[in-house]
C-alpha cells in the first residue's frame, strides 16, 4: 500500500469521525480497503486534492482586441478577461487529461492501486466511441489495477460536476470498497471568428475524493434545475467549435442561478439552520466559485444572490438602495434591466472583491475551460487563500452547462488547506508562460481546425514549449490511433 504521508500527517483516524482534525488523512480512509462492510457510512466525504493543468501558451486580450480591431476594453473590460490559453495540435483532451492525472498522483504520492473509481468529464469528444477513461487507464497498467468503475460523463460544462456528484455517491454506497475516486474535468475550448472567440481557453482539473477529507461537501442541499434550450451546443461533429447564441446563453444561465440559489437556500436552512423558516443568504456563505464563461457574467451572478435575499425580504433596510427593483420580481423583464443589473453588481461589490474575486484568478487569465471552469475556480480559491482565512469557512459553488444542466452546492472547509496551496502553485505557474501573438493564436486555431480529423497525421507543434510533465500527442496512425509522449 503507498505511503500517503504527503496527504496528511495523520494515520490514525478513524473512518466514522464526525470532524476530521485540520490535519485530515487520506491514508486512514485508504486503510480501510478490503474492510468496509454493509452496516459502515463514511464520513466528512469530500476533496482530498485538487490538480490544476493549463497550456504553456497564452494570448494578450488587451492585444487580441487591437488586433480583431474592436474597442479597447471591449474583452479586457466588457468580459473581464485578461489572458486566454492557448492549444496547437499537440494536445487535445486525451493528453490534458493523462497530464493532470499523472501530476496529481506524483505530486501526492498516491498509487493507482488506490484508486476505485475514476470519471471524466467533457465535451471535448474526439471520439464518438471510446471515452477518454479508457485513454487514462494506461497510467494504471504498471499498478495492474483494473478494477474502476466509472466512464465519461457528457452534457457542455457540466460533466465534470456530474463526475464528483457521481464520485461522491459511489463512496456513499453500498457498492463502495473503501477506496478513493478520482474525477477529471477537461476541455479545450475554441470558437470560430467572431465576438465569442475571445471567450475560448483550455484546462483541466482532477479531483481526488474520498472520506475524512479536509473539504467537505454539504450533504442533502445541492440544488439542481435541468430544461430543454438551445444556447449552446455542437452539432458540427467534424468541428470543435459550438453553435452558441451568447446573449441567450447568460441569460439562460443567470435564469439557472436563480432557479439553484432559491431552491439551495430552503434546502440548506431546512437541514442545517436551527430556524429552517430563516433562510440561509448569501451573506452567510463565505466564499463562492463559478463556473466562468468569462469573469464579467460571474460578476453578474454574484449580484444576482443578493437579487434573490431581496427578494425574499424587501423591506430589510440593508437593501433600501436597491429595493425599487424588487418590482421586477423573477419576471422576464428583470433578466434583460441593465439598470438592475448595474445596482447589484454595484450593491454586491465590496463582497464580490472579498468572496469571489480570489477564485476568479486562473479564469481571467486562462479562460473558459468548459467542464474543468468551476474546479479550475474552486482551485484558484484554494491556492491563494491561506489557512486563517478559509479553515471552517463555507464556499457556495455553482455549476452550469448549457443545454441546460446547474446545480448550486456547497462545500464545508474543516481541515488544513495548505497542501492545496503548495502544490497548486496558480499564480507562479501562470507567470511562467508563454505570451503568443495574436496572428500566431490565428494561425494555431487554424491548425486546429484543418487536422482535426485526419489520420495517418504527425503534429507539427512545438514541443520545447510544454511545461515540464505534459503530455502530448505524437502520431496519429492511419487507423486513427492516437499516441503520446511526455514533456
Known sequence: ??????????????????????????????????????????????????????PSKYVDQAELEQ???????????????????????????????????????EKHNISYKDIGYLEVGTESIIDKSKSVKTVLMSLFEESGNYDVEGIDTKNACYGGTAGVFNAVNWIESSSWDGRLALVVAADIASYAEGPARPTGGAGAVAVLIGPNAPIVFDQGVRATHMNHLWDFYKPELASEYPTVDGHFSNTCYIRSVDAC????????????????????????????AFHAPNCKLVQKAYGRLAYNDMLQDPENEMYASVKEYAKFGHSEESYYDKNLERAMMQFTKAEYQKKVIPSIYAATNVGNMYTASVWGCLSSLLSATPDENILNKRIGVFSYGSGSAATFFSLKVVGSTEKFRETLDIKARLDNRVKVTPQIFAELLKLREETALLKDYNPIGDISTLAKGTYYLQRIDEKFRRTYGRA
Do not use: W
Open 261 to 288: 440559489y432559491s431552491l439551495f437556500t430552503k434546502k440548506f436552512s431546512k437541514r442545517h439552520s436551527p430556524n429552517p423558516d430563516q433562510l440561509i443568504k448569501n451573506e452567510d456563505l463565505d466564499f463562492v
Open 67 to 105: 488586433f480583431d480591431g474592436v474597442s479597447a476594453g471591449k474583452y479586457t473590460i466588457g468580459l473581464g478577461q485578461t489572458k486566454m490559453a492557448v492549444c496547437d495540435d499537440r494536445e487535445d483532451v486525451n493528453s490534458i487529461s493523462l497530464t493532470v492525472v499523472q501530476n496529481l498522483v
Open 1 to 54: 500500500m503507498s505511503n500517503l504521508s504527503s496527504l496528511s500527517s495523520s494515520l490514525s483516524e478513524p473512518i466514522h469521525s464526525s470532524t476530521p482534525s485540520s490535519s485530515s488523512s487520506i491514508a486512514a480512509s485508504n486503510n480501510m480497503v478490503g474492510s468496509i462492510s454493509n452496516t459502515t457510512f463514511p464520513a466528512n466525504v469530500g476533496i482530498h486534492a485538487l490538480e490544476f493543468y493549463f
